[in-house]
């Protein structure tokens, strides 16, 4: 097996001497974990500046919702097909290089769109080629991404610094809309992709100074399809890896369709204007960047991460229901925040003990099927639309959130492996 992390002596010093008062930040002591975070905030705000630029370039061209509903499935297909051959290469190839790579194909497919936006030749098969390309690029990214995480910081640390990442992404998914929009009022559509082409140039500064482990020689020795087997075969047959994928994918199937009905609640059930649909999309995101910091709080000092997660995924239901229930705009408002909240718990803890447990010269593997579920939630989205048409939006929402509650139970009493676990 690979070296498990790259933390040496100077970041042991480093992180002695070094004093937060909070624990809450304490996994930013260690100077390539802070290089691999300020690369996730340059990351996914450019993400989110991209997702509103290019939603704006179509409804502006076509009038078709039906074409945004297609655009954004095809921003995720990507790890749907190719994503599995990701984690393949995260496992047998140079991840230094297979980051920038990725990154460098971000920065060009980014800065060229620009110049087609600013020439005034832009047709939508640009954006959807565009948004390819780039989905494609981002799911050879991020399992690499996600599999350093245990490299850079001690495993006693790892639960503080996957909150703190989920934090960044979430603090942007507050932020990176609103400045998207004001962005398109100030500079243009085209001035936003050349921000986005400055903020990927900055995730290659943070690459270039990040010490990246060297890739573990055993996947070399196969084939890619003995290598992909392998990987499959691991979370096949090991029962706690199962167990936390399968208990992941479904709440993200069931759950994150909700945000897609927010404009039949802002419009049919709460009776607001846009500026209070923007509410109701940003309070999920403010709940989440909430939560996350406080389990990077109580990482250290609760170490029954099972029982955790199984309340925050019970809690998850209770809120999606009591959403369901309210015609008051305010505790709308606060019923989102905490649902945000609960489904950022659920899920930064299970990617942490996936992490510890998986064993680094298949973590790449394991990391591109537990993003899998992303390629499948605009099949749940279009489900939830169905549903929502047929019974209405407040019944199917009390519908998923019935269902997780349900999951939950079933999961504290068919799979007390999870119950039990520790970290």
Request: net charge positive; charged share 10%.
């Amino acid at each position: 097996m690979g070296e498990p992390t790259t933390i040496g002596a100077e970041d042991e010093i480093e992180a002695t001497s070094t004093r937060f008062r909070l624990k809450t930040f304490s996994s930013l002591r260690y100077q390539d974990f802070r290089y691999l975070w300020t690369g996730t905030l340059f990351m996914s705000g450019g993400q989110w500046i991209q997702q509103v630029t290019l939603g704006w370039l179509l409804y502006d061209l076509t009038g078709s919702s039906m074409l945004l509903g297609a655009l954004n499935g095809l921003r995720m297909l990507p790890f749907l097909i190719s994503g599995p051959l990701a984690g393949v290469a995260a496992d047998r190839m140079d991840r230094r290089k297979l980051m920038l790579n990725a990154e460098y194909v971000l920065v060009l497919a980014t800065l060229g769109m620009g110049g087609v936006v600013a020439s005034g030749l832009l047709q939508v098969w640009h954006l959807f080629l565009f948004t390819l390309i780039t989905g494609i690029a981002w799911s050879f990214n991020e399992p690499v991404r996600q599999s350093l995480i245990p490299n850079v910081v001690p495993k006693e640390e790892l639960m503080n610094a996957v909150a703190l990442n989920s934090a960044g992404f979430n603090l942007n998914k507050v932020i990176g809309p609103a400045l998207g929009g004001l962005l398109i009022a100030l500079f243009g559509a085209a001035g936003n992709f050349f921000v986005q082409g400055v903020a990927y140039m900055c995730v290659l500064v943070t690459i270039y100074l990040m010490r990246v482990p060297a890739t573990p020689d055993q996947a070399r020795k196969s084939t890619v399809f003995a290598n992909l087997k392998e990987g499959l075969g691991y979370v096949w047959s090991t029962p706690v890896v199962f167990a936390l994928m399968m208990a992941d994918l479904l709440p993200r199937i069931i759950v994150v369709p909700y945000q897609a009905l927010m404009p039949i609640f802002q419009k049919d059930v709460l009776k607001v204007g846009p500026e209070g649909l923007g509410m109701l999309m940003a309070a999920p995101g403010i709940g989440a960047v909430l939560t996350v910091l406080l389990l990077a709080s109580i990482a250290h000092s609760f170490r029954r991460k099972g029982l955790l997660l199984l309340g925050a995924l019970s809690f998850l239901g209770i809120f999606l229901i009591l959403f369901s229930l309210t015609t008051s705009f305010p505790l709308a408002i606060l019923a989102l925040v905490g649902v945000g909240g609960c489904q950022i718990f659920f899920m930064a803890i299970t990617n942490a003990l996936l992490q510890m447990i998986v064993p680094d010269e298949l973590r790449g593997r394991v990391m591109s099927l537990y993003m899998l579920d992303r390629g499948l939630i605009p099949a749940g989205s279009m489900l939830a639309g169905v549903s929502a048409h047929v019974i209405g939006a407040p019944t199917t929402v009390a519908w998923m959130g019935s269902l997780v509650i349900v999951l939950a139970v079933l999961m504290a009493w068919k799979a007390p492996i999870i119950r039990e676990l520790k970290a």
